[in-house]
């Protein structure tokens, strides 16, 4: 049972463009949806994240859109630059407990 | 401050083996979870203690894992016997309130089992 779900599971842009990363949830209890990202041969790191109380969150290039109502959010890149060449988790939270999706991998080519 | 650390970083196991790693959560965190992460699966919580307390071990994983904290600033996480299946990134990862905070992950210890 996959409780939250991310797509697509990889994508390619062009240094510059946007790039748009998707998710959605089951769970309705869910209220803490952190955004981790991960470099290859190193660990998860919090990128950023959103509390049901918006709908949106922002920090530089990076914003998360948030639906309540549908269950989806979406993280968009813009000006995506090389060194975002990452693995994108999206995760949501109802409690003590942190529910992964199994990420999307971005690749930015120059 | 130190961040989450975690050895040995790999380690590689006979089939049948006892192996345990360890962990030391960021000082003054009272969360501490284990994860495994493969390519198939992604991040699967293993265990997840709140103030050395165990909340959560697992489900699935019961049979051949443990986790253990002996205190607040040290974990270990026991895997017997070792299996082939279970080669994977093993990840300790701390926070201050569980799932609705930062989680800060260790650097991983590296499983293989032949």
């Known amino acids: 049972q996959q409780q939250v779900r991310q797509s697509p599971q990889s994508l390619t842009v062009w240094e510059g463009e946007t790039a748009i990363l998707n998710c959605s949830y089951e769970?309705?209890?869910?209220?803490?949806f952190p955004w981790y990202w991960q470099f290859p041969r190193e660990s998860p790191a919090l990128l950023i994240a959103i509390r049901p109380v918006s709908n949106k969150k922002e920090d530089g290039r990076f914003t998360i859109f948030f639906n309540k109502r549908e269950k989806k959010l979406s993280l968009h890149i813009t000006d995506s630059q090389p060194g975002d060449s990452a693995t994108y988790f999206c995760a949501a939270s109802g409690g003590y407990k942190l529910t992964f999706g199994t990420g999307t991998s971005l690749l930015v080519d120059p | 401050d130190a961040g989450v650390t975690q050895t040995p970083r790999h380690e590689v196991a006979e089939k049948g083996q006892t192996i345990i790693l360890k962990c030391e959560p960021v000082?003054?965190?009272?969360?501490l979870f284990w994860y495994r992460q493969t390519k198939i699966q992604g991040l699967e919580l293993l265990s997840y203690f709140r103030s050395k307390s165990l909340m959560e071990d697992g489900g699935a994983f019961k049979d051949r894992f443990k986790a253990e904290m002996l205190n607040s600033s040290f974990s270990t996480l026991k895997i017997q016997p070792t299996e082939p299946k279970d080669s994977a990134v093993y990840l300790c990862?701390?926070?201050?309130?569980?799932?609705?905070?930062?989680?800060?992950f260790g650097p991983g210890t590296r499983l293989t089992v032949l």
């Open positions: 000082s003054g965190h009272n969360d």
């Open positions: 990862a701390s926070s201050g309130l569980g799932g609705q905070d930062e989680q800060y």
């Open positions: 769970d309705s209890t869910f209220d803490y």
